[in-house]
């Protein structure tokens, strides 16, 4: 069963968890009886490894435990010692461990921290070479930088917090910033050989680098191409120079146009192009104007960004102060809608509130973002969600690394990572993650993925009783269907899904 939003707030897929297999992650799990009518044997962690009575086992490979199977393991309160459900897995019990391991065996009723040994990673380029004014993103503008010594610190901060997060596998790579485009093709690339030594990093793996036109010159793409990046995501924001202008960009629409076409040369079907609507003073004709231009130009990726007047933003301050008139919001959902039908129109399908793709050209990603899982930032004010067992972790923590690159870097050189703030995320805080996240898009949450945070309570139980969550059913917001599938409602003119920030979109490190 699924449960699912209507177009209203958007619409992407969801993968199921992913599973610990292939000959490279093979590893032998013994067994030792404990009494009771309990079995022992001996198995190995591939894909599809699964204990008698066919309960599948997930573990990190290469990490060994002891379990109990039968009579004995359910009488006891005994549990997996990295796993915060309080002994509620009746049925089996892991009773000695060395590493991560999780048994998924009808856990307790809020279990949210099944171990993943897959992780994505998102490394942060803090710099700019200017203020936009509309960006409330950490950056810092400086006379030169020091990228030798911030490099180290990347690579020593990446491996740090790789082995803390005991990540076997790294499924995907995104370069946020700042503007990542400005540091030099030996930083990417040092970064990805430093995740290559501590966890496997598959060679076909999504590797997507932020860039802006004005540092994406041909020779500067095929170094990063050169580096290990396979994907280009390009803040071209407009093609009309006076709304670059506005917007304090440092590139013009020639050079936007420029830089789009050298980067499908190097990365064809694998460019994406990020636009801003919404803009003070914009008018309805010329965002259309300036999407039928994009999509004269883009590839097989697109990402639409409503305009954020955020706080302490030059252009918040003129909205604020008058200077400059804040755009209604009966227009703001005209523009989105046309934007959806025009999209759809040239082959692109919406698979999340702000993100287009036609010809299988989805973001792994950011995909993985919106599953909720697993994932590592590293570099100043980047942000993470992971278990760190490394630290004797045993729940979901939200960790956030310390934003000014001087002081980031300190910190790294003392303690091999540089973050400030970390909070441990409760079952309801991670619920609601999934929900926030999954309901942006197409399939919204499935009963498989939301299983794996909550395996007693059911979507049908959590959604199906009267309350808030039947109103929006019965109002056509919200869908609860014995599959994650169906067809897609109209959208409430009033009622239109805000399309994202443009200052803080659904970019896993940038949250």
């Not at 919001?329 to 999340?352: K, N, V, W």
Request: overall charge positive; glycine content about 12%.
């Amino acid at each position: 069963s699924g449960l699912r939003c209507g177009a209203e707030v958007g619409l992407g897929a969801l993968r199921s968890r992913p599973r610990t297999g292939g000959a490279r992650d093979s590893r032998s799990l013994r067994a030792r009886e404990r009494g009771g009518g309990g079995t022992r044997g001996r198995l190995h962690v591939g894909s599809g490894a699964r204990l008698r009575g066919g309960v599948p086992l997930v573990a990190a490979a290469g990490w060994y435990c002891w379990y109990s199977w039968g009579a004995a393991a359910t009488r006891t309160s005994g549990c997996c010692r990295l796993c915060a459900c309080k002994g509620q897995h009746p049925g089996v019990r892991l009773v000695g461990i060395r590493g991560p391991c999780a048994v998924r065996a009808e856990p307790g009723p809020f279990c949210g921290t099944a171990v993943c040994p897959t992780d994505t990673l998102c490394p942060q380029w803090p710099y700019c070479r200017k203020h936009c004014s509309y960006c409330s993103f950490n950056k810092y503008v400086v006379p030169a930088v020091d990228e030798a010594a911030v490099r180290a610190c990347l690579v020593r901060e990446a491996q740090t917090l790789l082995r803390l997060g005991h990540v076997r596998s790294v499924t995907s790579v995104f370069f946020g910033g700042g503007t990542p485009s400005l540091a030099a093709p030996r930083t990417i690339a040092a970064v990805l050989e430093a995740a290559a030594e501590v966890a496997y990093l598959p060679a076909g793996a999504e590797v997507t680098l932020e860039a802006n036109p004005g540092s994406a010159d041909p020779a500067r793409l095929s170094g990063f191409r050169a580096a290990g990046v396979n994907r280009l995501s390009l803040g071209v924001q407009s093609l009309d120079d006076a709304e670059l202008r506005l917007l304090g960009r440092e590139h013009t629409a020639a050079e936007a146009r420029a830089a789009v076409e050298a980067a499908r040369q190097l990365f064809p079907g694998r460019t994406s192009l990020d636009l801003i609507f919404g803009l003070p003073g914009q008018s309805h004709e010329a965002w259309a104007r300036g999407l039928e231009a994009a999509l004269g130009l883009c590839d097989d990726h697109l990402a639409l960004y409503q305009l954020t007047l955020e706080r302490g933003t030059a252009l918040e301050a003129q909205v604020r102060r008058g200077a400059l008139p804040e755009p209604p919001e009966e227009l703001l959902a005209d523009m989105y809608l046309s934007a959806r039908t025009a999209l759809a129109a040239a082959g692109f399908h919406q698979y999340e509130v702000s993100n287009f793709a036609r010809k299988g050209a989805r973001s792994t990603h950011n995909l993985s973002y919106w599953r909720a899982e697993q994932y590592v930032g590293v570099g100043p004010g980047a942000h993470g969600r992971f278990v760190p067992w490394g630290e004797g972790g045993r729940q979901r923590e939200a960790r956030v690394q310390t934003p000014h690159p001087d002081a980031w870097m300190r910190e790294v050189r003392s303690c091999g990572h540089g973050t400030r703030r970390r909070a441990a995320l409760s079952p309801l805080d991670q619920l609601q993650e999934v929900l926030a996240l999954g309901l942006r898009t197409d399939e919204g949450v499935t009963q498989q993925r939301w299983g794996l945070f909550s395996p007693r309570l059911s979507l049908e139980a959590a959604f199906g009783a009267p309350g808030e969550a039947r109103e929006l059913q019965e109002r056509g917001w919200l869908r609860l269907n014995g599959r994650a599938e169906g067809a897609e409602p109209g959208v409430p003119r009033r009622a239109a899904p805000h399309a994202g920030s443009a200052a803080g979109r659904c970019r896993s490190a940038r949250r």
